[in-house]
């Protein structure tokens, strides 16, 4: 029977809370029928609060989910702040605990949240892994607590077992004192199995390899695939396109088919950015939801901490490969201490994948492909040197990894159409339209003869960098955003053969490196206050012009 409360205008929220990694969005998109496509097998998948009603077939009750971040023991990080602020807005909570660490995970979350008056449902998930084990912890849960307890597969939630939790939550007793729990059952915890990355000598070999399968294959794919589709594009496509726009007013043909044109370049842009976002999606997708991208963080704590950070921060930093945007988001999960390098590294070593597309492109036009791979792991070392000299964080106050093993798992196709989903959405609605509205910007500039003269004052800077002042457009563009380096594919491109290969490679280091686009600063500042985004554009902008002379002198000046 449902109570009046479910019944009543007013749903009922219920709070789903726990460690990270125990299956809380997994639970929350089952019940909800939510279409996130956010939630994975990683550390740290939740950055924000999610609400959404029940949808349950043939179940009247009125409930609204609310979904948390994952907490941390002993953390300051908002996410974990955010987390314990809901439990204290909700009288109904869904406690959330792995089955096969429940002996060591539920009695800390006993001690850290404030239950009492609370009703409380105990769901023990990865019931499937812990096999018998789920069965007995259940069992003596219910008897220690006095609370319903079941043990579930939130990845698997049949509608018989989500029905039964409907009927737990209305049944839900409050906590009447602070729960404590002696004489746990002495049963072995059953971990994740060992891989290669745990391994003592190779294992961070094994992940570094594993990061650069990560993106240089779905890059090398969609460099065969545009490379394929330009010249077809250009037949069938462009070629009758500019015959036509020959006969429209010079100004609006500069506009629709010139150097900067909205169907010319606009569409060059589109061939070489959306397969590198489409491919790289998908390899991300993948590996979050199977549960590598934890163990390839975790192998690599040891040297993230050398800059200045943990293995945790490379979350947000890899997620940045996707979206620089998405990446400060998930900074959210880092340490007060440690957030504000991570960000740093993220603004500055984590190519986004319109900055990936529009390099690639860039490079194949200039005749390089192959200066991707140099051109990435520059960008690597030099983000993992600025970061350790803006930012003097000590390695030894960092918080260790202690969340355990990831479970590997075969990746749910469901959960990674979601994700590709969004990241497409994204590109199509939001990437696009504005790479799009700098084509007529810089066609409006072109037109009018301003861009030749802002080109032509910028001359004797680039000349620095033994780059021509054609390449001023780019990197002012690039400031926009990242994928703005496209500007240079005017008239095909034909202007990149003539740079030599270290020309290339500064150039688009540079216009890379110099700022942060103005979309992610606007996040920054929005995250951490406009004086530390500021700040942080300054010293990027200084760490790059350093940087790109440096590497000017090497390739391109020194004889």
């Known amino acids: 029977m449902l109570n009046e409360q479910q019944h009543s205008a007013t749903p009922r929220a219920v709070v789903l809370i726990g460690l990270e990694s125990t299956g809380k969005s997994a639970l929350f998109r089952s019940l909800s029928g939510m279409d996130t496509g956010t939630e994975s097998n990683f550390r740290g998948s939740t950055v924000t609060v999610r609400r959404a009603g029940l949808t349950i077939p043939s179940s009247q009750a009125n409930i609204e989910l609310v979904d948390t971040p994952g907490i941390r023991m002993h953390d300051d990080s908002l996410t974990t702040e955010l987390a314990l602020g809901m439990l204290g807005q909700s009288d109904t909570v869904l406690l959330v605990v792995r089955a096969t660490h429940a002996a060591r995970e539920l009695p800390l979350l006993l001690q850290l949240l404030d239950l009492i008056g609370k009703n409380v449902v105990l769901l023990l998930t990865f019931a499937d892994r812990a096999g018998a084990l789920a069965e007995i912890y259940s069992h003596h849960f219910r008897k220690a607590l006095g609370i319903s307890v079941l043990a579930v597969d939130s990845r698997q939630l049949d509608l018989a077992t989500q029905h039964t939790l409907v009927q737990a939550i ?33 294992g961070r070999l094994v992940s570094v390899i594993a990061l650069l399968l990560l993106f240089a294959v779905p890059v090398y794919i969609a460099y065969v695939f545009s490379g394929w589709l330009q010249p077809v594009a250009d037949r069938w496509l462009l070629d009758p396109l500019r015959q036509l726009s020959s006969q429209l007013p010079a100004w609006l043909d500069m506009m629709v088919m010139g150097d900067y044109g909205v169907l010319s370049l606009g569409s060059y842009s589109f061939i070489w950015a959306f397969p590198v976002v489409l491919f790289i999606g998908f390899s991300v997708a993948l590996t979050e939801e199977s549960g590598l991208k934890d163990r390839i963080t975790d192998s690599l704590d040891g040297w993230m901490r050398r800059i200045g950070l943990n293995g945790r921060d490379l979350i947000p930093v890899l997620s940045g490969f996707g979206c620089n945007v998405v990446a400060v988001f998930q900074s959210r999960t880092c340490s007060r201490c440690t957030r504000r390098s991570c960000v740093s590294l993220i603004a500055f070593g984590s190519a986004c994948s319109y900055q990936i597309g529009a ?201």
């Not at 001023?472 to 563009?477: E, K, N, S, T």
């Open 170 to 202: 209305d049944m839900a007793r409050p906590m009447k004192r602070k729960p404590v729990l002696t004489e746990l059952p002495i049963v072995e915890i059953k971990d994740a199995p060992l891989t290669w990355f745990e391994h003592t000598i190779w």
């Open 359 to 559: 390099s690639l492109s860039i490079f194949s036009s200039g005749g390089r492909p192959w200066l991707f791979l140099p051109y990435l792991l520059i960008l690597v070392l030099a983000g993992a040197l600025h970061t350790r000299i803006w930012n003097k964080q000590s390695s030894s106050s960092l918080q260790s990894i202690t969340a355990g093993r990831t479970f590997l798992q075969w990746p749910s196709m469901r959960a990674v159409s979601w994700r590709l989903r969004a990241v497409l959405k994204q590109f199509l609605t939001q990437a696009m339209p504005i790479f799009l509205f700098i084509c007529v910007v810089a066609s409006v500039l072109q037109w009018s003869g301003l861009l030749d003269r802002l080109t032509h004052r910028l001359a004797p800077l680039l000349s620095l960098f033994g780059l021509p002042q054609q390449a001023a457009a780019g990197i002012l563009f690039s400031v926009l955003r990242k994928d703005g380096l496209l500007v240079l594919n005017q008239g095909g491109g034909e202007w990149l053969l003539q740079l030599s290969g270290g020309q290339l490679l500064v150039l688009v280091y540079l216009a890379s490196t110099l700022t942060a686009c103005l979309v992610t600063l606007w996040t920054i500042s929005k995250e951490l206050g406009t004086g530390f985004a500021l700040k942080l554009a300054g010293r990027q902008l200084l760490t790059s012009l350093v940087s790109a002379w440096m590497i000017a002198v090497i390739v391109v000046l020194w004889k």
